[in-house]
């Protein structure tokens, strides 16, 4: 059987800093899975910036600054003791990674390039051009080159196997030899992304994030906190829902509506399109509801206008940007305005993380970190480039924190993880068999239909209740839908199988952790409750799945410093 | 209603065949919809990998008609325009097939390892407090770091298909350009020296990886920096660097190339006279006059302008 002492599960930003982390301890054996190749993580799609106080743009910066802006981005959902903490090693995790080698715009005087970005009170978003989470991700893996951290890619996370609260290891599937594998483990860190995948048609997110993770540490009893919390990007492309960076709007960027006015000054006169994310989403579908977009129904967009940047702007700074317009949507934004609207971006939400200091949750031997976590730092709307900070400070974190509790813990028995890889392959032999049934892309574009109209920018009871039960069955028809394919060789019909099960788990839990909040708080916005409600929600939502049955509980927020007040942008 | 065919190249494992299949077109899409709509709707055991569709992540590079593309960017309309309704897709060339479209980069990347593809930090900078480097320095690493590791130079590169014992995939080449390029970077040679003694001076110009590349990135340049690098390190005891020097020397003599000399000055006396047949071909032919081994060539009109082109070349260098 496969064992180590620290096993990182993802290979995006989040997870190979940990294994990096984890293995610059030494004397320890550290294994990085991934499911695809290293570089094909969501981290790489991440254009714009990582946040942190180096005052290099602005010198009158600072953590205070920092901390408050992301506590009122979160709408007063971020716990204020992580978000200290958060600030406090952003600026340090920056310098280290350009040790590392990420390749950094600069300043005139050779330090790294800070702009503005929304929500923030200084401009501190560090970039390279508008392909930071590229080039972050590609000097992590080149890191995890250098230190020889041994890779396992290919291989899909089935489960946890968990033995009265406390890490026995995982479940995979080799997706290369067909193998299910059972893997030992003193200590896994969980960072497997987001999973944006259930908005299937609009989000900015890459196809494996399907929150493989989150669905395997939610079955093994930890719970998911605040899943409810999904950001929706303002600025996607029109037809495909593909990324523009924030940049778009950091480097000055109007947004137009059909009447050509720059409509951000009704939702945010001060800030205008340099307001959060979920302010500016908000403010784009209220347009495009009361008829000031272009288009109709699910076509309807409004338009950024890059023009009077001018060429040289948006060739150095948006240079991936203009390319991604012209190949997508096919319009250059040298001369004509980007036809946009929002798409589902990230899950604020997450795997329930209890120590921010180790990235730690209930389960003795299991850390979560990246989106895949919450920790919660981002609350109910997290400020961009606080994701790519995030996963620098946190990834590291984690890895130290398994590191940590690896060397006080020994191996578990290998009974529990044999029943369970006996279970997963059972269940593999059974679903490829399967010659009848519905499809996993009919399941999945179903799911997509339902959440986005339903459960999508705004919600009301009605239509969240209408989605509960289209979810549910959907799940029905999941147990006996039809995989497709019963080679051994590569299945991704499989794969895909297992992260469509991953995908309902989630949604599930997002729509009763939504039904439940009777409030609207940064990107959670009713219709019927129109009102953020600090009396009742100024707490995290909990979804536990206790003997089979999802179970909500909340949690209050950690306050230091900063009471809730309104919130203007 | 309009029908678009893919052939695509199948592999199970054990063997290859060619399976087709039909669906209506769409207007505005991209190679990697159909491929995902025949996934999804004629045939669930397709198998090919892709992730973030907006051409970032390298994952779904594929080859379309002999050419090596990203399926989420290349858009179906161009490509049929191009090739007609029919595509014959297939996996990347100078890749090891795993299953259908689906390619091994585990060796790729151990090759890869060899150039050392991490930054070796100058010692005047820590972790603590990061590293300095001028807008303008930045700009020179600014293209290499566009790489996405898709593997299209890869598959497209006519050395690597000939034989790719001793050759580098470009994009590796490419990576060692980056950090000998990089000013924060003090292990020129590290990263250098395997490139030298892998193939550097075996690149055959063709260009097709700069051709292909989604990102722009210029391996074939990166190249030629990467000579002119080892040249400027005194690493000109090999064939490449004689050559280019023979080059050099010749267009500051005479302005035009010497034929006889530039092979003496390359290959030595002894490897130049085991090519007397060729040689005395050229002769019948009127290519070469022997006499210039000894004479050289008369310096063409206007010598004077190409030395001082030379010179405001190198100076321009420094």
């Keep these: 059987m496969l064992k180590f002492d620290v096993l990182v599960i993802g290979s995006g930003g989040a997870g190979m800093r940990a294994a990096l982390e984890a293995g610059r301890q030494g004397n320890l054996s550290v294994a990085l899975m991934t499911k695809m190749f290293p570089t094909r993580s969501a981290t790489g799609m991440a254009q714009g910036g990582i946040n942190g106080v180096l005052r290099n743009a602005d010198p009158n910066d600072s953590l205070e600054k920092h901390i408050f802006d992301t506590v009122k981005g979160s709408d007063f959902l971020g716990d204020q003791d992580a978000i200290e903490f958060f600030c406090n090693y952003a600026p340090e995790c920056i310098n280290e990674i350009d040790y590392f080698g990420v390749p950094f715009s600069r300043d005139a005087q050779g330090r790294i390039a800070q702009r503005n970005f929304g929500g923030q009170s200084s401009p501190r978003t560090c970039y390279s051009a508008d392909k930071t989470g590229h080039v972050i991700l590609h000097t992590m893996f080149e890191q995890c080159l250098k230190h020889g951290v041994k890779i396992l890619k290919e291989m899909q996370l089935l489960d946890l196997v968990v033995d009265q609260g406390e890490l026995q290891g995982i479940v995979a599937l080799d997706i290369q030899s067909g193998e299910i594998m059972p893997v030992m483990a003193k200590a896994v860190v969980i960072a497997t992304g987001g999973a944006g995948r259930m908005y299937w048609f609009r989000t900015t997110n890459p196809f494996t994030s399907t929150g493989d993770g989150m669905a395997a540490a939610f079955r093994a009893g930890i719970p998911l906190k605040d899943p409810e919390m999904v950001q929706f990007h303002p600025t996607g492309l029109a037809s495909t829902g593909i990324l523009m960076s924030e940049a778009v709007r950091g480097e000055g960027g109007y947004l137009i509506n059909k009447d050509g006015e720059r409509f951000m000054q009704r939702y945010a006169p001060e800030k205008m399109e340099l307001a959060t994310r979920d302010v500016v989403a908000k403010g784009i579908e209220t347009e495009i509801k009361e008829g000031r977009g272009f288009g109709e129904g699910v076509n309807a967009y409004v338009l950024a206008d890059l023009r009077h940047l001018g060429k040289e702007t948006i060739l150095e700074k948006l240079h991936g940007i203009r390319d991604l317009a012209i190949s997508f949507e096919h319009v250059d934004p040298l001369s004509e305005p980007i036809p946009i609207r929002p798409t589902c971006h990230y899950s604020m939400g997450g795997i329930d993380v209890i120590d921010h200091t180790r990235c730690a949750t209930a389960i003795t031997g299991v850390f979560a970190a990246g989106e895949a976590s919450c920790i919660s730092i981002h609350g109910a709307n997290r400020l961009g480039g606080n994701s790519l900070a995030d996963i620098m400070v946190f990834g590291k974190f984690a890895g130290r924190g398994a590191t940590e509790c690896a060397r006080q813990r020994q191996f578990g028995g290998q009974t529990k993880l044999a029943e369970a890889a006996k279970l997963w392959q059972d269940r593999f032999n059974q679903a490829v068999s399967r010659q009848e049934g519905v499809t996993v892309a009919s399941l999945r574009n179903r799911l997509a239909d339902i959440m986005w109209n339903n459960v999508g920018i705004f919600r009301n009871e009605a239509d969240m209740l209408a989605a509960q039960k289209v979810i549910d069955g959907l799940i029905a028809e999941y147990q006996t839908c039809k995989v497709g394919d019963s080679s051994k060789l590569f299945n991704t019909a499989f794969v895909n199988y297992v992260e469509m099960g991953n995908l309902l788990t989630i949604a599930k839990a997002v729509v009763l952790g939504a039904i439940h909040r009777q409030e609207s708080r940064g990107c959670h916005l009713r219709d019927d409750y129109t009102e953020r409600d600090d009396r009742n929600f100024l707490q995290h939502t909990l979804v536990t799945l206790e003997s089979g049955q999802y179970k909500l509980s909340y949690r209050p927020v950690v306050i230091t410093k900063y009471q809730p007040a309104e919130r203007r942008y | ?318």
């Excluded at chain 2, 695509?8 to 077109?25: C, L, V």
């Excluded at chain 2, 990061?130 to 050395?159: D, H, V, Y």
């Excluded at chain 2, 019948?284 to 008369?298: D, F, M, S, W």
Aim: charged letters at 25%.
């Design chain 2, 1 to 318: 209603m309009r029908q678009i065919t893919y052939k695509i190249q199948r592999f199970d494992g054990t063997k290859s065949f060619t399976q087709e299949y039909s669906f209506a077109h769409e207007p505005g899409k991209t190679i990697l919809w159909g491929l995902q709509k025949i996934k999804d709707t004629l045939d669930a055991s397709l198998t090919f990998v892709a992730a973030c569709r907006s051409a970032v992540c390298g994952a779904c590079a594929v080859r379309v008609n002999g050419h090596a593309m990203l399926a989420c960017e290349a858009a179906l309309d161009d490509v049929v325009e191009r090739f007609g309704d029919t595509l014959i897709i297939a996996p990347l060339g100078n890749f090891k097939v795993i299953r259908d479209l689906v390619v091994d980069w585990e060796p790729k990347i151990e090759r890869m390892k060899e150039v050392k593809p991490w930054l070796i930090p100058q010692d005047e900078f820590t972790a603590a407090s990061g590293c300095r480097q001028s807008p303008a320095e930045f700009k020179k690493i600014n293209t290499q770091t566009n790489c996405i590791l898709c593997g299209s130079c890869a598959s497209e590169c006519n050395k690597l298909s000939a034989d790719g014992s001793d050759f580098y995939e470009p994009f590796i080449y490419s990576k060692a350009q980056k950090f000998v390029a990089d000013s924060r970077d003090k292990g020129d040679w590290e990263h250098l020296k395997p490139a030298v003694e892998r193939g550097l001076w075996k690149c055959v110009h063709c260009q097709e990886c700069i051709t292909k590349c989604p990102k722009h990135v210029e391996p074939a340049e990166d190249i030629a920096k990467l000579r002119q690098t080892s040249i400027r390190l005194g690493v000109t005891d090999n064939l490449g660097a004689r050559h280019a020097l023979a080059f050099v020397a010749d267009l500051a003599e005479s302005g035009r190339l010497n034929e006889v000399k530039m092979a003496m000055r390359t290959e030595g006396i002894l490897r130049t006279a085991a090519r007397l047949p060729f040689a005395l071909r050229l002769l019948r032919k009127g290519k070469i006059n022997p006499l210039h081994a000894l004479t050289g060539n008369a310096p063409v009109k206007g010598i004077e302008q190409v030395r001082a082109i030379m010179k405001a070349v190198k100076e321009a260098e420094k």
